[in-house]
T-cell receptor, first 112, second 112 residues
Framework: NAGVTQTPKFQVLKTGQSMTLQCAQD?????MYWYRQDPGMGLRLIYYSASEGTTDKGEVPNGYNVSRLNKREFSLRLESAAPSQTSVYFC???????????FGQGTRLTVV | ELKVEQNPLFLSMQEGKNYTIYCNYS?????LYWYRQDPGKSLESLFVLLSNGAVKQEGRLMASLDTKARLSTLHITAAVHDLSATYFC????????????FGKGTLLTVNP
C-alpha cells in the first residue's frame, strides 16, 4: 500500500528559484495537509485542504502557495525560495479534517 | 490559540526502566494523537485518544487522556533500545477550522 507519496525526496534550490512539491494519497481521504519540520520546533502547519476544492492557511503560510488538484493530489509551491525555507516538508492526509493523519516520507529541502 | 507543551523534550533512560512523557494543552479538545518518528523518517501513528479517561496500550507503551486536566501521558514500561525515537503528541481543535497542533516532540534515547 503506497499511502501518502511525496516527490521529490531531496532538493537543493538557489535563493529566488521556484519549485513545486508534489503529494498524492491513495486512501480516499478528504483532507490533506502540508507541514514543515524544523529542529526544536515540532511540526508547523503551512496549508491544509479540508476537502477537494478548498484550501486554507495554517500557522506559517507566508512564502507558499498550494493547489488541491483533485481528491488525491495536493501540491505546495515555493515561488521564490529563501534560505529560511530550508526544512523538511511533510504531506499528510486524513479521512476528515483533524482526524488521524497519515504522513508521507518527507522532502528535505535546502535553499542556498 | 492552542498551545501544546511536551515535557521533557529530551529523555535519556536505561533499558528496563519506566518513565512518562507528558503532553499539556491549553484549550478544550476532544481528540489527541501520539506519533513516533525515527531519525530521518516519517511520522508513524501510535495512539488515538478520543475521550476523557481513554487509555490505549501497545507493547511497552501506554497512553492516557485526561480532558479535564488537559493532559495526556505516554508511559514507557521496561524500556528497550528499539523504543529510541522522537515522540510527538498532537491535539485537535478549532471548531469549523479544525486542525492538529503538534508539540515540539520528546527525543527518547534508551541506553543499554
Amino acid at each position: 500500500n503506497a499511502g501518502v507519496t511525496q516527490t521529490p525526496k531531496f532538493q537543493v534550490l538557489k535563493t529566488g528559484q521556484s519549485m513545486t512539491l508534489q503529494c498524492a494519497q491513495d486512501m480516499n481521504h478528504n483532507s490533506m495537509y502540508w507541514y514543515r519540520q524544523d529542529p526544536g520546533m515540532g511540526l508547523r502547519l503551512i496549508y491544509y485542504s479540508a476537502s477537494e476544492g478548498t484550501t486554507d492557511k495554517g500557522e506559517v503560510p507566508n512564502g507558499y502557495n498550494v493547489s488541491r488538484l483533485n481528491k488525491r493530489e495536493f501540491s505546495l509551491r515555493l515561488e521564490s525560495a529563501a534560505p529560511s525555507q530550508t526544512s523538511v516538508y511533510f504531506c499528510a492526509s486524513s479521512p476528515l479534517l483533524g482526524t488521524e493523519a497519515f504522513f508521507g516520507q518527507g522532502t528535505r529541502l535546502t535553499v542556498v | 490559540e492552542l498551545k501544546v507543551e511536551q515535557n521533557p523534550l529530551f529523555l535519556s533512560m536505561q533499558e528496563g526502566k519506566n518513565y512518562t512523557i507528558y503532553c499539556n494543552y491549553s484549550t478544550t479538545s476532544d481528540r489527541l494523537y501520539w506519533y513516533r518518528q525515527d531519525p530521518g523518517k516519517s511520522l508513524e501513528s501510535l495512539f488515538v485518544l478520543l475521550s476523557n479517561g481513554a487509555v490505549k496500550q501497545e507493547g511497552r507503551l501506554m497512553a492516557s487522556l485526561d480532558t479535564k486536566a488537559r493532559l495526556s501521558t505516554l508511559h514507557i514500561t521496561a524500556a528497550v533500545h528499539d523504543l529510541s525515537a522522537t515522540y510527538f503528541c498532537a491535539v485537535g481543535s478549532g471548531g469549523s477550522n479544525y486542525k492538529l497542533t503538534f508539540g515540539k516532540g520528546t527525543l527518547l534515547t534508551v541506553n543499554p
